[in-house]
């Protein structure tokens, strides 16, 4: 493993998520606790979801109509019997005989005997008697018995982020104390001596602090807890003070101060600091200059700033991200790198990077060499989506990416891409 920023390299885009993934792959797992399900959002689970009972618990119809013997209509049209009437929550206790049907209510059992359920809209009733005008398959329209789970097995496995999807699966088993890891703490240092606070009126040559604030919306969208440090200025006994505050959370993120520059010095503070760098730079634009490594935190460091960090594991070098401090490129390498880290310090299973294809509105030209995501957004037709670029000043154009949904991932070996192609898209990990 390289531990100097200048043999750990620029790697191409492929290999820097790679690093990050497998860095995440090696991560221990967090400690545990119990939330309630109404605050089980964006949680990852420790513990596996299990069936507590078959699903369905009973032969589930699906449609509202008659339920009957499929062979009784195989010739159709023919005339049933209707015997009973079941609705959802209710029972029909005779087995059904050859000749009968009961009438039946999407999500009532099927009496025993029925292997299908006619749709009413294929049927007329007259008093006792129902005419069927189509025939059914064996099974039509009925869920079988524990066919989506059987008793006892996983419906959700430890490491899923809880959506609502998976949080219906924990109320339709009764699981309403959800043993979830505990959200890791991300220290997150702005670094440059042009940075005011937000909440500062800035002379006429100072910038407002905005990626601690983007970043910290990043972090609580993947499941982290944000700890905002102090700005630190481009100095180094300023920043190293701070990183060895930033070193004692589960994750550095520092923005700024990883270009050429000549008070771009965050590298060589980490590298002081013993660092060690498994990158130091992406073939991508935005975002080139990101460098990933990990580092020890000093012993007794970390409470000047009056924030409280607690680690979880003290003992492991804490990993850090130097992000490039223009807003654009901090966005979109915190969604292509950080991610995975984050994700694996939450607990989580890795997950694909969200890209899917869309059609390109209007012909892009750039220059080959690096992966580049540019702001985009999604246009046209509902299911059929075209993407179109947003007209952008480069990394720094906080107003354009605003604006943007989506980036559109363009090759290292395109230097043009025709209307109408199909492109990849990257899609925003916390959608406005
Ligand atoms: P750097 O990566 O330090 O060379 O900064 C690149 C550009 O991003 C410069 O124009 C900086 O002023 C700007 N920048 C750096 N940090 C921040 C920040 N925290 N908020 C907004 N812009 C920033
Ligand atoms: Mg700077």
Redesign the pocket.
């Known amino acids: 493993m390289p531990t100097d920023p200048q043999s750990a390299g620029v790697l191409p885009l492929d290999q820097a998520l790679a690093a990050a993934e497998q860095y995440g792959q090696k991560l221990p797992a967090p400690e545990t606790e119990i939330v309630s399900i109404r605050e089980s959002l964006g949680r990852v689970l420790a513990e596996p979801i299990l069936a507590d009972r078959d699903f369905p618990p009973f032969p589930r119809t699906t449609r509202d109509g008659f339920a009957l013997k499929s062979v009784d209509i195989r010739a159709v049209p023919t005339t049933l019997r209707v015997v009973g009437e079941v609705k959802a929550g209710g029972y029909y206790g005779k087995p059904l005989k050859s000749g009968e049907a009961v009438e039946i209510m999407t999500g009532a059992p099927a009496p025993s005997g029925a292997d299908a359920v006619v749709m009413v809209e294929y049927t007329n009733r007259s008093g006792e008697m129902v005419e069927v005008l189509r025939s059914c398959a064996e099974g039509e329209n009925i869920v079988p018995v524990g066919s989506e789970a059987k008793m006892g097995r996983e419906m959700v496995a430890p490491g899923v982020r809880l959506s609502f999807a998976q949080i219906a699966v924990a109320a339709a088993v009764g699981h309403t104390r959800i043993a979830v890891f505990r959200r890791p703490q991300v220290a997150i240092l702005?670094?440059?001596d042009?940075?005011v606070d937000a909440a500062q009126t800035p002379s006429a040559f100072q910038?407002?602090?905005?990626?601690?604030y983007s970043l910290a919306a990043q972090v609580i969208a993947a499941g982290g807890e944000a700890l905002q440090l102090p700005?630190a200025a481009d100095d180094p006994a300023a920043l190293r003070a701070l990183m060895e505050q930033g070193l004692k959370a589960d994750l550095l993120l520092l923005?700024?101060?990883?270009?050429m520059?000549k008070f771009?010095l965050v590298e060589q503070v980490l590298a002081d600091l013993g660092a060690k760098f498994f990158f130091a730079g992406a073939l991508i634009q935005p975002g080139k200059?990101v460098v990933f490594g990990e580092a020890n935190a000093a012993a007794g460091a970390g409470a000047e700033a009056g924030i409280k960090i607690v680690r979880q594991v003290a003992s492991r070098p804490t990993p850090f991200f130097g992000l490039?401090?223009?807003?654009v490129?901090?966005m979109v390498t915190f969604d292509l790198f950080v991610t995975p880290v984050l994700r694996a310090l939450s607990g989580a299973l890795p997950v694909r990077l969200p890209v899917a294809k869309a059609r390109l509105a209007k012909t892009i030209r750039t220059k080959t060499g690096l992966t580049r995501f540019l702001p985009g957004r999604l246009q046209g037709p509902a299911l059929d989506p075209e993407v179109e670029m947003i007209s952008w000043q480069g990394s720094?154009d906080l107003m354009a990416s605003a604006q943007a949904d989506c980036y559109v991932i363009i090759p290292p070996d395109r230097d043009q891409i025709e209307a109408g192609e199909m492109v990849s898209i990257l899609l925003r990990s916390c959608p406005s």
């Open positions: 702005p670094t440059g042009e940075l910038i407002r602090n905005s990626n601690s700005i923005s700024g101060g990883v270009s520059g771009d200059p490039p401090g223009n807003p490129s901090t720094g």
